[in-house]
């Protein structure tokens, strides 16, 4: 049995997009159809727990989708019924922090920074669906996504108290702007899992939907977006990541710049024209 057919048996409920970009083996798997592309955590049997492995893969299709100009928007999730992520997989990473601090900032806490900032400043928007646990590193990385929708079942923890460290792929310092400093402590101090409703109510997650729809809810997001004009995307995408930050007058002054790169641009025009007219409008990206 084929490997899309092998989904569809498991789940009638997330689309099929397309064919995978390499094997079923691989650690992410890609699908792309009609300008949103589908990457799948896959390591369900590890709870699809990040290795050295899967945060390279995981890189290099982000590279990969960037320079796809046909690819407007990506839906992340993970495989498997369980989880979204569970975390790092210590087992991999155990070897590094015993050889000292050198060698688990390079191979450990490095990459996973790298990757949660690529994720967090990506040109276009990933939309995670959290199908099930979202643990240490795999809350981090729906910390770092602009948008996300859980299903009914995910749980959130900053499990990584229990294991003796703190939060290293960004979860200490893009948790509180989340969802405030008193509610990131609590999480990061106890490691205590949260419901996907709590996660909803202290702005993890955009909304919590049933299980059985959380595909279907995710994908509708990505189409609403990739009607839009990719460039005007991008420019709020950047707009809104980089003014977070920063002090309202730096932040009024780079979504000021942002405008001004979409005035030359055909979409601004053909997005007046288009109101002006009464009709939809036909963005091209240019």
């Avoid at 792309?32 to 290099?60: S, V």
């Avoid at 960037?66 to 993970?78: H, K, M, N, Q």
């Amino acid at each position: 049995m084929s490997a899309s057919k092998q989904t569809a048996a498991k789940s009638t409920t997330r689309p099929a997009i397309g064919s995978p970009v390499r094997s079923p083996s691989d650690t992410v798997l890609c699908q792309i159809d009609n300008g949103i592309a589908q990457l799948t955590l896959n390591r369900p049997g590890k709870l699809n727990a990040l290795n050295y492995e899967l945060i390279e893969r995981f890189g290099a299709l982000l590279d990969r989708i960037e320079r796809d100009d046909s690819v407007r928007a990506i839906v992340l999730t993970g495989g498997g019924d369980k989880a979204f992520s569970s975390g790092a997989d210590i087992s991999g990473f155990a070897t590094s922090v015993r050889q000292g601090a050198p060698a688990a900032l390079r191979d450990f806490v490095q990459p996973g920074q790298r990757l949660t900032a690529r994720i967090e400043t990506f040109p276009k928007p990933i939309i995670a669906a959290v199908n099930g646990l979202a643990y240490g590193g795999g809350s981090e990385i729906v910390e770092a996504c602009p948008l996300a929708i859980a299903s009914e079942r995910a749980q959130f923890s900053k499990a990584e108290i229990n294991l003796g460290f703190a939060p290293p792929f960004g979860g200490s310092q893009r948790l509180p702007r989340l969802i405030g400093r008193k509610r990131a402590l609590r999480m990061i101090l106890t490691g205590e899992p949260i419901s996907a409703w709590k996660a909803r109510d202290f702005g993890l997650v955009n909304e919590v939907v049933p299980h059985e729809r959380l595909y279907e809810e995710a994908f509708a997001l990505a189409r609403i977006i990739v009607e839009k004009s990719p460039l005007a995307v991008s420019a709020c995408l950047a707009s809104v990541t980089r003014g977070i930050n920063v002090p309202i007058d730096e932040g009024l002054a780079i979504e000021a710049n942002y405008f001004a790169r979409m005035v030359p641009t055909k979409d601004i025009e053909e997005g007046i024209s288009a109101w002006l007219d009464k009709r939809p409008p036909q963005f091209t990206g240019r």
